[in-house]
């Protein structure tokens, strides 16, 4: 997770996986195999309340029976990457969806005019 804010370029990495928002996207990457997708800001949400529910059940657990299901340096570290990508969903909310109007009118605004001339007698050397 060293890389989160190198060049503050937003870029969270968890185990072997770095995620980053992209054109109002969630992507991720494999380090090791190359691997790469992208997943909507509401799915990467979805689990990152998995995973919130998954550390709360497992520190009442062990407040209620008196085992560990978890480690504390692995829940600190399941934190650190929710609180992360909620940054990084922020960033990618701000970005605008894909699918929405404004955005791809944005889109096709900043996109570059190209235009195709084709040969006539006036124009041909």
């Not at 996986?17 to 996207?25: D, H, K, Q, S, V």
């Not at 509401?42 to 209620?64: F, P, Q």
């Not at 990508?85 to 889109?107: F, H, N, W, Y």
């Amino acid at each position: 997770m060293k890389d989160w804010l190198i060049g503050g370029c937003g870029v969270s990495t968890f185990q072997n996986y770095r995620w980053w928002a992209e054109n109002g996207l969630v992507r991720w990457e494999h380090k090791d195999s190359g691997n790469y997708g992208t997943i909507p800001v509401r799915k990467a949400l979805e689990h990152l309340r998995g995973l919130h529910d998954m550390v709360t059940n497992s520190i009442l657990e062990s407040h209620e029976s008196g085992l560990k299901l978890m480690y504390t340096d692995e829940i600190e570290k399941l934190q650190k990457f929710i609180d992360e990508m909620i940054v990084i969903c922020k960033k990618a909310r701000e970005q605008g969806t894909p699918d929405d109007e404004s955005a791809g009118r944005d889109l096709r605004r900043r996109r570059k005019k190209l235009f195709a001339v084709t040969p006539t007698a006036r124009n041909t050397f």
